[in-house]
């Protein structure tokens, strides 16, 4: 099982990176799990993303994964990629029942037929890794799951009697940890043979206030560059016309 950072034989002073890459890598898997597909219709359909890059999608309904980029493609003949088309599978049969059981427990998720949601996880070059869930319904985000404490919290309000639920579901809980902590984590470990080919995204430091201040910033160093005679007429025109 996943740790959120590695320690054992590796020197606290020199911590286990698998990457020479500087940053944040990260392993998402959006899901869509839809309740009242017809008869040969898509009841459920996953896409895989490594570093904000789509790289691969599964049908649950036909059992079928397939690349969607370069790096999908070599991924695909090798271990990692029946090993994820399993879990995967699981994944969507774990989120249909839970979405069916949801709206057989409580009149209140009578209309919710659709379930979305994101499994996340990443590792900095420290070594040490991070995981969530994300779990929303008919397009209104709800839920997240924190992997590393397994703690529940509610996105949007309303939602107390669904994460009351969801949180008593030990094996859910256990299922959700061991996804996002384990088998991510190996997944995304394992792309170190591919990593000219990843980008490291790490998490944004960009403020509303450092925008702001990024944008005045650019408008007087804009204004520097303009010649002052430019700037003398431009004030006179201003002048005469007023």
Not at 15 to 38: E, Q, R, V
Not at 115 to 138: A, D, I, P, V, Y
Not at 194 to 217: F, I, M, Q
């Amino acid at each position: 099982m996943g740790r959120g950072c590695l320690k054992g034989p590796f020197s606290p002073a020199q911590p286990y990176s698998p990457f020479s890459l500087t940053g944040t890598h990260s392993l998402c898997y959006d899901f869509t799990i839809n309740s009242k597909a017809a008869p040969g219709q898509q009841w459920c359909m996953i896409q895989g993303q490594v570093d904000h890059k789509n790289f691969l999608s599964y049908d649950c309904g036909l059992d079928k994964i397939k690349s969607l980029s370069a790096l999908g493609g070599k991924i695909s003949a090798t271990i990692t990629w029946e090993e994820q088309k399993a879990t995967l599978r699981d994944m969507g049969d774990m989120l249909k029942q839970k979405l069916d059981d949801t709206k057989a427990e409580n009149d209140m998720a009578k209309g919710l037929h659709t379930l979305e949601g994101r499994m996340c996880c990443r590792l900095k070059s420290s070594g040490c890794t991070s995981g969530s869930w994300q779990f929303g319904f008919n397009g209104r985000m709800r839920l997240r799951f924190d992997s590393d404490n397994k703690r529940w919290t509610v996105v949007h309000p309303g939602s107390n009697w669904m994460k009351e639920k969801w949180e008593d579901d030990r094996e859910m809980t256990k299922f959700l940890h061991k996804t996002s902590m384990g088998d991510c984590r190996t997944w995304l470990q394992n792309l170190k043979e591919w990593e000219a080919e990843l980008e490291p995204t790490g998490p944004s430091t960009t403020t509303p206030d450092t925008v702001l201040e990024k944008s005045s910033a650019s408008t007087f160093n804009h204004w520097n560059s303009v010649p002052l005679i430019t700037i003398i007429l431009i004030i006179g025109c201003i002048i005469i016309f007023f």
